[in-house]
């Protein structure tokens, strides 16, 4: 395994980690006002709208060089570990973005709280989790391999939207994006037109992106964006997501 940090010009130490309730049926965060997610069918969730909507299961087995996904939130890192469960062709490279860390003591007590079934990329996630925390450094880049996997870990951690307004500059252009973060009422910047359009600019051509999310500021802010969009069938209390391509 590597590790790589690209610190930020203007290096701060203050990181502004997450602020996490445990209740008995989700996990919430105080800075949002707003739930992670549930206890119940979180992992159905996460297949159904993210990896369904983005049509991986069929799109990993077809690509035989490299896939690339970009996510919006990385929150508790579960998009990431339920995208490496995908049987897959290719070499995985995962881009996420968040602005507001979990400890490392607060990832293990989610991880226990939703019984995330164990795996070996789970248990190496786990170990290498503090090395990836911005803790000299934030904003700040960290670049991680799991050469056994095929996988580089790009985690940016810093304020995703001061970021688009400078105009974001991916390594590589993205095939799916994964839209997960705080809902739009609570953490509007993460929806907005001017990252969409950020967006649109790194991804592929037939590059798609898939939300939880049907407010009509995000179906419309997609569209002026560039991207086609549709309603797709929910799961559980959800009656719709999202899906889009470019």
């Not at 602005?99 to 190496?124: F, G």
Request: proline residues 7%; charged residues 20%.
């Amino acid at each position: 395994m590597q590790t790589t940090n690209k610190d930020s010009k203007n290096s701060q130490v203050v990181v502004p980690w997450a602020k996490i309730v445990f209740g008995p049926d989700h996990i919430s965060s105080t800075r949002y006002d707003d739930i992670y997610f549930s206890n119940q069918g979180r992992f159905d969730e996460g297949m159904h709208v993210f990896m369904s909507g983005n049509d991986l299961p069929r799109r990993f087995l077809e690509e035989s060089n490299h896939f690339v996904i970009g996510e919006i939130g990385l929150g508790m890192g579960l998009n990431f570990l339920l995208a490496t469960t995908l049987p897959r062709s290719c070499k995985l490279t995962y881009i996420a973005y968040e602005k507001h860390p979990l400890t490392i003591s607060d990832l293990l007590q989610v991880y226990k709280q939703i019984e995330l079934p164990a795996s070996p990329l789970r248990e190496r996630f786990l170990e290498e989790y503090p090395k990836l925390l911005p803790t000299d450094h934030y904003p700040t880049t960290v670049t991680h391999t799991f050469p056994a996997e095929n996988i580089e870990l790009i985690l940016y951690w810093g304020d995703l939207a001061l970021e688009a307004a400078k105009g974001l500059e991916l390594p590589y252009l993205v095939n799916a994006w994964f839209l997960d973060g705080h809902s739009p009422k609570k953490n509007p910047e993460l929806w907005s037109y001017p990252l969409f359009a950020n967006l649109f600019k790194n991804t592929a051509n037939g590059g798609t992106a898939a939300t939880y999310s049907v407010a009509r500021m995000v179906r419309q802010n997609l569209l002026d964006a560039g991207f086609s969009i549709r309603k797709i069938p929910g799961v559980g209390n959800k009656k719709n997501s999202l899906a889009a391509i470019k």
